[in-house]
């Protein structure tokens, strides 16, 4: 088996309590390992834990239990700060408040600029990185005037200079129209199939994570359901009491299995859903 | 609406003017200005007045902007005229009441206003040729020196940058905010100055709240890009200071040792 380059290991969080409130655990021994190029999506309604565990991956927050190793390297110790960072790149839900600069190109420079990269290597990043997003030709454009589908392609840009191994995307589609979802899926998803980088999709979108190799339900600061989108999607029953929706083309057929008919669970697409159906029809 | 507003008012274009290092653009906007605040002689004023104007045609921005960036100054304008022209000690021309207009008063007068307005308007060229973020660098390039003395300059820098990449999207919110509380039947347009600026506070709070969640946002997601401060820092466009960059501080330098000697190269000449 190829080695994790993402370990979590029986993680444990608890915000610090505020006052008058009983401080819960947001996180209670979560472990998951992500082997090296994986596309894994966790999935989870509001407050099931998947945003903190994202802020553990690149030592935003530290556990309080339990151990988080990015490609070996403890997140607890305070020297590997900016190696982890570089190694794993961190997308937000908002464009607005990631973007620094007011050219683009200067943005996309940000992170190389820090690492203290040479001018002509930057230079090299920019280009290829903006290449990579579909976003070459506005380079000289004001980050402000773009659409938000733009925005967020130019903040993975930005993140995808640091040259990482590791992409994760905390909800990076949740403030943006169809169109923009559209494009920056797809965006990471070539990532993901063409560079070979590791993608951990932080969404509540089941089609989104249905694109994914592997999905992760997490519930109530536990990892609830674990498997490849087919295995996760049919087990519907659990997927509802988790107050999350399974995709449409899944949730039509249940509802056909429920009424007596005797069919399939296994439909991702729409096209795939047709062709279910239609076979049934033929028998 | 308010998502048109220029940036600091800047022309974007290719003139030589736009081109120059930012740096050598700004050491000769005080080159300019201490020339002129040397000089005391009409030639002195002419010739500023004529290197401007040279400027101007080259940068291919309408005089008509140059005049609009006066505006905002005419009352200035007029009270160092008005002020000038009064207590000019001198030979009296015209007397009223207990004023003594003078001679020398006029003339003090007219080359107030003149330096003041060819002040403005070197200072207007400067930031309709230069984008904010480039004078932005300029001013940490040429701080520099002052890190030695523990002065952020890094910093100040980085401000500056945020600022300028957040006033656009505050004003959308702000626009925002205000279609909110307009659809609720706020009034922002009528009433006395206190209910206008009581009309404000509403608009205000949630605008400061967000701002506050941004920079948060803003600040994770910065670290997130490895940013630590300046140290070790690079940067993508490194200030080069070409062969003309350098001419064109010369040339300044030359120009500011002219104007100061206008008046007796112009004694000689004539």
């Known amino acids: 088996m190829e080695k994790a380059i993402v370990s979590a290991e029986n993680v444990t969080y608890t915000y610090p309590a505020e006052e008058g409130k009983q401080n819960h655990a947001a996180l209670h021994d979560v472990t998951i390992s992500v082997k090296q190029g994986e596309f894994v999506a966790v999935l989870g309604h509001n407050g099931s834990g998947k945003s903190t565990f994202a802020k553990h991956l690149n030592a935003i927050l530290l556990p309080s239990g339990g151990a988080v190793y990015i490609d070996g390297m403890d997140t607890r110790e305070e020297g590997l700060l900016l190696a982890i960072r570089e190694k794993c790149g961190m997308v937000f839900q908002n464009p607005d408040n990631q973007i620094v ?183 | 609406m308010l998502k048109d507003i220029t940036l600091g008012q800047f022309f974007p274009g290719s003139s030589l003017l736009h081109r120059l290092d930012p740096r050598a653009k700004l050491v000769a906007v005080v080159l300019f200005v201490v020339s002129l605040f040397i000089s005391s002689s009409f030639w002195g004023y002419a010739l500023c007045f004529l290197f401007l104007a040279w400027c101007v045609h080259i940068s291919r921005i309408s005089p008509k902007m140059i005049l609009k960036s006066l505006r905002p100054l005419v009352i200035i304008l007029i009270f160092t005229g008005v002020l000038n022209m009064l207590y000019t000690p001198g030979e009296a021309i015209f007397h009223f009441w207990i004023f003594n207009i003078t001679k020398e008063g006029i003339f003090n007068a007219a080359f107030m206003i003149f330096r003041i307005v060819l002040l403005i308007a070197a200072t207007s060229m400067l930031t309709y040729t230069t984008s904010p973020i480039a004078l932005t660098d300029a001013l940490e390039r040429l701080l520099g020196p002052l890190k030695k003395l523990h002065v952020p300059v890094h910093e100040f820098a980085m401000m500056m940058t945020i600022a300028l990449r957040f006033i656009p999207t505050l004003i959308e919110e702000t626009d925002k905010i205000m279609s909110a509380q307009k659809a609720r039947g706020a009034d922002f347009d009528s009433g006395s100055l206190i209910d206008r600026a009581k009309a404000l506070v509403p608009i205000l709070v949630p605008l400061f709240v967000s701002a506050f969640r941004r920079a948060d946002e803003l600040a994770t997601a910065m670290e997130c890009r490895l940013y630590h401060g300046g140290e070790g820092r690079t940067r993508l466009n490194t200030l080069v200071m070409a062969p003309r960059d350098w001419g064109a501080l010369a040339f300044m330098a030359a120009f500011c040792l002219l104007v100061m000697n206008a008046q007796r190269i112009a004694a000689v000449v004539l």
């Not at chain 1, 840009?157 to 949740?174: F, N, Q, R, Y």
């Not at chain 1, 519907?236 to 988790?242: D, F």
């Not at chain 1, 056909?256 to 296994?266: I, M, N, S, T, V």
């Open chain 1, 101 to 283: 600069a007011t050219v683009v190109e200067e943005d996309v420079a940000f992170a190389p600029e820090n690492m203290g990269v040479a001018p002509e290597e930057i230079r090299r990043r920019v280009d290829a990185c903006l290449e990579t997003v579909g976003m070459g030709e506005y380079k000289r454009h004001a980050p402000h005037l773009l659409s938000g589908g733009q925005k967020q392609r130019i903040a993975i840009a930005g993140v995808l200079a640091m040259e990482p191994s590791i992409l994760v995307m905390d909800e990076p589609t949740a403030m943006l129209d169809p169109a923009g979802r559209r494009e920056v899926m797809q965006t990471v998803a070539r990532l993901n199939r063409e560079k070979g980088i590791t993608v951990i999709l932080i969404t509540h979108h089941m089609d989104e994570a249905a694109m994914a190799g592997r999905i992760i339900v997490m519930h109530e600061g536990e990892v609830a359901l674990e498997g490849t989108p087919r295995e996760v999607f049919a087990r519907v029953e659990e997927i509802r009491r988790l107050s999350l929706l399974p995709p449409q083309t899944v949730d039509l057929l249940w509802h056909l299995r429920a009424q007596g008919f005797d069919l399939p669970l296994e439909a991702l697409s729409v096209e795939e859903c047709a062709d279910v159906l239609e076979a049934f029809l033929k028998k």
